[in-house]
């Protein structure tokens, strides 16, 4: 059984630090603080998801004419199409188009035409625009990623080997996510009183980096779509439903 050294930068952090306050863990343990894992790592996201941590862009190119999101995107702040022709010299220029982003189904009043736009079906996790564009280039937010390791036979002798991923959270919360999943453990076992001292301290510890930290929780005013202007705030044009800013959480 790895120590728990005091950091906490990797899933294994964790699993080692839950090992110095649970006990060992055997295989079915071991499941359930995956599950854990998962499940503090979205709690906590909920919290922090506008940290540009999370921030991310995406390029599409279309198969059989349709732009299909990456899994995980959670938030669409911006679509921009380029067009790319080819003149008779074989030279090629491209032109670039920002849509007005629209949810499919919201029922909205239709734009007065003077913008393309872009339709969002977060059911299919496809995106529609009014034209026929080479490459979208998608920019918003994402879902933390669960893929807590991967699985390597490489080594002398060969054996399976797990390599833990770095914890997918804005580095200062990273210890209040380890006492998160030690809270889940000891509630799982029925100790809800340690239960309940490990997830306090961890909620305590996140709200006060919450307090402390404003930037890396809730991003920039730009990523919101925001503009300021002295003391007042302008959100950015919106048309019809227009879905800049909406949590779409593609699948």
Not at 215 to 241: H, M, N, S, W
């Amino acid at each position: 059984m790895a120590m728990f050294t005091g950091e906490v930068r990797t899933y294994l952090d964790v699993r080692n630090f839950v090992e110095a306050v649970y006990g060992p863990l055997d295989e079915a343990s071991e499941t359930q603080m995956l599950v854990f894992m998962g499940n503090a790592l979205d709690q906590m996201w909920a919290d922090v998801r506008k940290s540009s941590w999370f921030y991310d862009e995406w390029e599409l190119t279309p198969v059989e004419g349709v732009f299909t999101l990456p899994a995980g995107v959670a938030r669409i702040c911006d679509i921009v199409g380029t067009t790319t022709t080819v003149g008779d010299d074989d030279s090629e220029s491209s032109t670039e188009v920002t849509y007005e982003l629209h949810l499919r189904g919201c029922g909205g009043s239709p734009c007065d035409g003077s913008v393309l736009q872009a339709v969002v079906n977060p059911v299919t996790g496809t995106i529609t625009p009014d034209d026929e564009p080479n490459t979208l280039m998608v920019s918003g937010f994402r879902r933390p990623s669960h893929q807590f390791f991967t699985e390597t036979t490489t080594g002398t002798p060969p054996a399976p080997c797990r390599l833990w991923a770095d914890i997918d959270l804005p580095v200062p919360f990273r210890t209040a996510y380890a006492k998160a999943v030690a809270g889940f453990m000891f509630f799982g076992a029925g100790d809800h009183q340690r239960a309940g001292d490990w997830l306090n301290l961890a909620n305590g510890e996140a709200a006060n980096l919450r307090v402390a930290m404003p930037e890396i929780v809730d991003g920039t005013p730009e990523q919101r779509g925001i503009y300021r202007l002295g003391t007042k705030t302008f959100f950015a044009p919106t048309c019809g439903c227009n879905a800049t800013g909406e949590w779409i959480y593609a699948a």
